[in-house]
């Protein structure tokens, strides 16, 4: 690169706007602190010291103003299905889903003839990542993190509509 | 106290109001003509010598092909150290019994269940609202004739 470079002073880098705009977000993914059955416990342990979230910019937000990720973690009931998508629809732009754990995919042990539970949380709102297993460990959470960032470098900020 | 000895004492005061001891049920159970189970009830809780102050579990079944819609009472007694069940066999048609809220309060939420799920009405309840489904769910959903709904609200089920 050399001859642009060094005329600047130290601290001082080049991208492109996209970048710059798809970086901070996928640097500061607050998801909403919200769990509904045994996948919360995982996702507790994932935010907690050991695997330690944070690290990804990833820290959990009270409320769904604040948050940028939605991780459905847990069975999601007919009952439930209502405030989730009423969850959803409360996060400001822009928003992700992550669908943690058979019962949020799919349904999971209770896709076969229950007439309570809701067959998967992309029946009522859309999903970005699926993270498989029942519940996922840790690793596997983050690995479905990681992804979402992958995803959210793709996109494309300023191509007009 | 013996299941068969709770029995007798009930079919002494109660006399016809006391159907049936099934002997061969596990545990073995009592069963009950629906108009006199508030009695029976407080009476099992009040007796010096039975004591049942528990009510450990208030369910309800479904039997289609007798026509017959069952209540169930599980009672305990911490201090007596006995157990008995209970039976109500209710029209399939119109499922009403008693509460036993008056008894043990703790009735009234074991009777929301099987209001929700089988569509048993309890008389004199309170606050008879479905308790695990959504409000305006339609059907009760353990009945063996239940068909499943294809939407509800915007979804799929």
Same mark, same amino acid.
């Given at each position: 690169?050399?001859?642009?470079?060094? @005329?600047?002073?130290?601290?001082?880098?080049?991208?492109?706007?996209?970048?710059?705009?798809?970086?901070?977000?996928?640097?500061?993914?607050?998801?909403?602190?919200?769990?509904?059955?045994?996948?919360?416990?995982?996702?507790?342990?994932?935010?907690?010291?050991?695997?330690?979230?944070?690290?990804?910019?990833? $820290?959990?937000?009270?409320?769904?103003?604040?948050?940028?990720?939605?991780?459905?973690? &847990?069975?999601?009931?007919?009952?439930?299905? *209502? @405030?989730?998508?009423?969850?959803? *629809?409360?996060?400001?732009?822009?928003?992700?889903?992550?669908?943690?754990?058979?019962?949020?995919?799919?349904?999971?042990? !209770?896709?076969?003839?229950?007439? #309570?539970?809701?067959? &998967? $949380?992309?029946?009522?709102?859309?999903?970005? $990542? =699926?993270?498989?297993?029942?519940?996922?460990?840790?690793?596997?959470?983050?690995?479905?993190?990681?992804?979402?960032?992958?995803?959210?470098?793709?996109?494309?900020?300023?191509? @007009?509509? | 106290?013996?299941?068969?000895?709770?029995?007798?004492?009930?079919?002494?005061? !109660?006399?016809?109001?006391?159907?049936? %001891?099934?002997?061969?049920?596990?545990?073995?159970?009592?069963?009950? &003509?629906?108009?006199?189970? +508030?009695? +029976?009830?407080?009476?099992?809780?009040? #007796?010096?010598?039975?004591? %049942?102050?528990?009510?450990?579990?208030?369910?309800?079944?479904?039997?289609?092909?007798?026509?017959?819609? #069952?209540? +169930?009472?599980?009672?305990?007694?911490?201090?007596?150290?006995?157990?008995?069940?209970?039976? +109500?066999?209710? *029209?399939?048609?119109?499922?009403?019994?008693?509460?036993?809220?008056?008894? /043990?309060? $703790?009735?009234? /939420?074991?009777?929301?269940?099987? =209001?929700?799920?089988?569509?048993?009405? !309890?008389? &004199?309840?309170?606050?008879?609202?479905?308790?695990?489904?959504?409000?305006? /769910?339609?059907?009760?959903?353990?009945?063996?004739?239940?068909?499943?709904?294809?939407?509800?609200?915007? /979804? *799929?089920?």
């Amino acid at each position: 690169m050399g001859a642009l470079e060094d @005329r600047l002073p130290d601290n001082i880098l080049f991208t492109t706007v996209d970048k710059f705009l798809n970086w901070s977000q996928k640097s500061s993914l607050w998801y909403m602190l919200f769990a509904t059955a045994c996948c919360g416990i995982e996702l507790m342990q994932t935010g907690a010291s050991r695997y330690d979230l944070d690290r990804f910019g990833a $820290v959990f937000r009270a409320t769904p103003r604040q948050s940028d990720l939605m991780i459905v973690a &847990g069975t999601i009931t007919h009952m439930m299905a *209502d @405030r989730v998508k009423r969850l959803y *629809d409360q996060m400001p732009s822009p928003k992700y889903v992550i669908a943690m754990g058979s019962c949020a995919n799919t349904g999971g042990p !209770f896709y076969k003839d229950s007439y #309570a539970v809701l067959k &998967g $949380v992309d029946r009522i709102i859309p999903v970005d $990542v =699926y993270v498989p297993g029942c519940p996922p460990r840790p690793e596997a959470l983050i690995e479905g993190i990681m992804k979402l960032q992958e995803k959210i470098m793709e996109k494309k900020n300023l191509v @007009r509509k | 106290m013996e299941a068969k000895k709770i029995y007798e004492i009930l079919s002494g005061r !109660f006399g016809s109001a006391i159907q049936q %001891f099934q002997e061969n049920t596990l545990p073995p159970s009592i069963v009950v &003509g629906h108009q006199a189970i +508030v009695e +029976v009830c407080d009476f099992l809780k009040k #007796a010096e010598e039975l004591e %049942f102050l528990s009510l450990i579990c208030l369910s309800a079944v479904d039997m289609q092909e007798k026509g017959k819609m #069952a209540v +169930v009472y599980h009672l305990g007694s911490m201090r007596q150290r006995h157990t008995i069940v209970l039976k +109500v066999e209710l *029209d399939r048609g119109s499922p009403h019994v008693r509460t036993v809220g008056t008894v /043990w309060p $703790v009735a009234a /939420w074991y009777e929301r269940e099987a =209001y929700d799920l089988l569509g048993v009405v !309890f008389d &004199g309840h309170p606050d008879l609202r479905r308790i695990l489904m959504p409000e305006d /769910w339609e059907g009760y959903p353990l009945r063996k004739d239940y068909v499943y709904p294809k939407r509800y609200h915007t /979804w *799929d089920v």
